[in-house]
Nanobody, 124 residues
Framework: QVQLVESGGGLVQAGGSLRLSCAAS????????MGWFRQAPGKEREFVIS????????LYADSVKGRFTISRDNAKNTVHLQMDSLKPEDTAVYYC?????????????????WGQGTQVTVSS
């Protein structure tokens, strides 16, 4: 069982930056692929970015390439999402998720554990 708690959301102007963090419980954190998803009002939850258990592999949605970066610290059971050059269309609730299914994993149906979500709002 893995419990995930996100932090770092908020309101930012377009072009600004935010850093989201996700703290995980459990002693096998490095065995999980970690991902970030987001869900805007009236839309499906969509894949944003993911990172392999070792941290050596990353996958990005086309919409965030060159702007978002994911990293993890397996010693501290944390994963971070650095979001730069934010756009109004990035506004959504962002969810941290953990998948035991190996790399690569981008489908939300392959992630077993989810955080409660953190709101990110980008004003124009």
């Amino acid at each position: 069982q893995v419990q995930l708690v996100e932090s770092g959301g908020g309101l930012v102007q377009a072009g600004g930056s935010l850093r989201l963090s996700c703290a995980a419980s459990g002693r096998t954190f490095s065995s999980y692929v970690m991902g970030w998803f987001r869900q805007a009002p009236g839309k499906e939850r969509e894949f944003v970015i993911s990172i392999s258990g070792s941290g050596g592999g990353t996958l990005y949605a086309d919409s965030v390439k060159g702007r978002f970066t994911i990293s993890r610290d397996n010693a501290k059971n944390t994963v971070h999402l650095q979001m730069d050059s934010l756009k109004p269309e990035d506004t959504a609730v962002y969810y941290c998720a953990a998948s035991p299914r190996g790399w690569p994993t981008i489908s939300r149906y392959d992630y077993d554990y989810w955080g409660q979500g953190t709101q990110v709002t980008v004003s124009s």
